[in-house]
């Protein structure tokens, strides 16, 4: 199995969810996790609003509780990365990312 990209459509509050990833809380164990992406073939990453979203958004949201991040776009680097979630934390937003393992015969050569 191997989970694919779909079309970003975030709520009002700018929160989404790849329909195809699981629903883990903030209890979830790393294993558990790091065991499904490794079934799907890929690894994740995390983009961070506190320490990536635009300053004065960051303030409104850390200060004066406003909970609305959607003019925050997450971003990833990494080749073939798509989007899988936003969603708040106890740390304020995150988009949680998945990564996928290219081959060479999807045009990424290893070791470069």
């Known amino acids: 199995m191997t989970i694919k990209p779909i079309e970003v ?25 790091n065991d499904w992406f490794s079934m799907n073939n890929g690894a994740w990453y995390i ?18 509780g406003d909970s609305d991040c959607t003019n925050w776009q997450p971003i990833c680097d990494k080749p073939g990365a798509f989007l899988l979630s936003i969603h708040d934390t106890k740390e304020g937003p ?19």
């Open 9 to 33: 459509v975030r709520d009002t509050k700018g929160m989404f969810s790849h329909p195809d990833f699981p629903a883990w809380d903030d209890n979830a164990e790393v294993k558990e996790m």
């Open 47 to 64: 983009d961070s609003f506190e320490s990536n979203g635009p300053e004065e958004m960051v303030e409104s949201w850390f200060d004066n």
């Open 94 to 112: 995150v988009g949680l990312f998945f990564v996928p393992h290219l081959t060479a015969v999807e045009g990424i050569i290893h070791g470069d």
